[in-house]
């Protein structure tokens, strides 16, 4: 049997019964007998009764198989539209405890059938992002195989530092770092990475890299031997970049945040006006953040350009393509990051575009060593140099943390189910979902889209740019008023009132947000391929109907 690491193209219901569940006792036992199994009993047992106690493996593959009772049947009842995308509770709610869901510590142990009950109630109370009709965030969807690659992580409860405990999922991280390298177009002989808990860190990353290869005294000596710095981002980008130099120690001040035109990208000249006035304030200009799919509009900075200043400028330029990444899949779209291949670092979150369970996401760094130089400390504990293997491999000392998640099976599993051309297709289906949408928005009177063609970009890219969609409600009161300040005051209360309808309601999530001189509108982003057109078109007709009320 092969097992190889490198990733090539492709050729019912719980039946629990506990204390909260009396009501499905009939349904339940017919359930089981129809599978021709006995019902289990778990009101006697206790976690101290499973493995690994004595005589514990037949208690414990029957608990596991409760819990994967109740896995399966929540992730088959979150791909039908008849159920809702959420029992909306509010908080005081769920912490007074419904129907005995109490989340209250106890001081003694509770029964595993209890806790089986807990299991389900958790996630009946909980938001089923794997819906269909969920729109609400970035990260969507619920992929099976990368549930199944979940799973086995969790099993194999092991840590990402050294290659002793963790052998298999550190080479395959290597080889995912490798994959994505090259798609980005690095060459062979250079690039380096690590995969983190999420964009933030992922972003974080860059700047303290960029900071340590321009000052590499920074590391012993600290902030006081060094010039104030400055760091430049679009008005648009994630917020992540100037969190990030307050808690580098740089200050949020000292992070200029450059204009955008009126689709949402960086002005190349804007960022050079402000390299120059950041010089003039005695500043020193070190970092330069593009985005490739911003967050509320989706819209990708001019890469070239970019890199043409930062070049000119000596600067560090990293791409925040934690959204946009994903496009690198799909050769349909992947142009729409040109540029990207000049980047100094790249944020790319294949939990987002490409559908991989929370969390994964990869800061990929084009000067290798790099991140070894500037993290590492050498725990003797852990990186001793005479092991009897390679301790390059000892990758740990590459990250700021020292116990780190493993997110990269997940990943590495799924890619080796879809591969590269599955994952473009999917790709591919989000935006082409975004595009009916935008669609259907241009030929309704009764709502209006932030973002026109002619405010976008020229032809023959068609819009959206990415699978983000903006957009007002407007109702029948509204529809006849002139634009002015009354006017936008009362659109500003419009989607906020619809969206506390629909969580009421349950039936569909999206979001909402002003930005800048904007009123609140409706965000919608696509990430889920078990979205449908049937889906948006329902998405329309219920904020009509919400809207209406």
């Known amino acids: 049997m092969l097992y190889r690491l490198d990733i090539v193209p492709p050729s019912g219901n719980s039946r629990i019964i506990g204390r909260t569940a009396g009501r499905n006792k009939e349904h339940d036992l017919a359930a089981v007998k129809d599978r021709g199994k006995t019902p289990a009993d778990f009101s006697r047992n206790y976690s101290k009764d499973l493995l690994p106690a004595p005589g514990g493996e037949e208690l414990t593959r029957g608990f596991l198989q409760e819990v ?5 049947g929540y992730i088959s009842k979150s791909s039908q539209r008849s159920s809702k995308v959420l029992d909306f509770h509010h908080p005081h709610q769920l912490k007074e405890g419904l129907e005995c869901f109490s989340l209250d510590l106890p001081d003694q142990p509770e029964t595993l059938e209890q806790i089986l009950v807990d299991c389900r109630d958790t996630l009946k109370y909980g938001v089923r992002t794997g819906h269909p009709r969920f729109l609400n965030q970035l990260s969507s969807g619920l992929d099976v195989v990368g549930v199944a690659g979940e799973w086995l992580t969790s099993t194999a409860n092991t840590n990402m530092f050294t290659y002793e405990v963790s052998p298999v999922f550190v080479l395959m991280e290597e080889c995912l770092l490798k994959k994505m390298q090259s798609i980005l177009g690095w060459s062979d002989d250079v690039g380096d990475g690590i995969f983190c808990p999420g964009g933030t860190i992922s972003n974080l990353y860059s700047i303290l890299v960029a900071r340590y290869h321009f000052y ?15 760091l430049f981002t679009s008005e648009q980008s994630h917020y992540s970049v100037k969190k990030s130099a307050a808690v580098l120690g740089m200050g949020s001040e000292n992070v200029f945040m450059v204009k955008c035109d009126e689709s949402g990208k960086m002005i190349p000249a804007e960022l050079e006006s402000s390299i120059v006035t950041a010089k003039e304030k005695a500043l020193v200009p070190f970092y330069v953040n593009a985005t490739a799919g911003t967050t509320v509009y989706g819209a990708f900075d001019p890469l070239n350009a970019i890199a043409d200043i930062c070049q000119r400028y000596t600067l560090w330029m990293h791409v ?34 490409m559908g991989v369970p929370l969390q994964c996401s990869a800061i990929l760094v084009k000067k290798r060593g790099l991140l070894q130089e500037c993290n590492d400390f050498g725990a003797e504990y852990l990186f001793q140099t005479d092991k009897n293997y390679d301790v390059s491999y000892d990758t740990g000392d590459k990250s700021i943390q020292c116990g780190r998640h493993v997110d990269v099976f997940k990943l590495w599993l799924m890619w080796k189910a879809k591969g590269s051309e599955g994952f473009g ?55 006849g008023q002139p634009p002015g300040p009354d006017r936008d005051a009362r659109l500003h209360q419009v989607a906020p009132r619809i969206k506390g309808r ?9 979001g909402y947000q002003p930005l800048g001189d904007k009123v609140n509108f409706f965000r919608c982003v696509f990430s889920n391929p078990a979205t449908q057109q049937e889906d948006i078109d329902f998405l329309l007709d219920e904020i009509t109907r919400l809207g209406d009320i």
């Open 425 to 479: 297709s999917q790709v591919n289906k989000c935006l082409e979902n975004a595009e009916y949408l935008y669609d259907q928005l241009q030929r309704r009177t009764d709502f209006e889209l932030v973002l026109k063609n002619k405010d976008i970009c020229p032809p023959p890219l068609t819009q959206p740019e990415h699978s983000n969609v903006c957009f007002w409600y407007i109702p029948p009161s509204l529809r």
């Open 68 to 72: 994967v009772d109740i896995l399966l």
């Open 216 to 230: 590499p005294e920074v590391k012993t000596r600290g902030m006081g031997v060094l010039p104030q710095l400055a």
């Open 320 to 353: 925040d393509a934690a959204w946009g990444g994903g496009l690198l899949m799909s050769d349909r779209h992947k142009m729409k990051l040109q540029g990207i291949e000049r980047a100094c670092s790249v944020t790319w979150n294949p939990h987002k575009m």
């Open 502 to 510: 629909m969580m009421e309601k349950g039936s569909v999530m999206i």
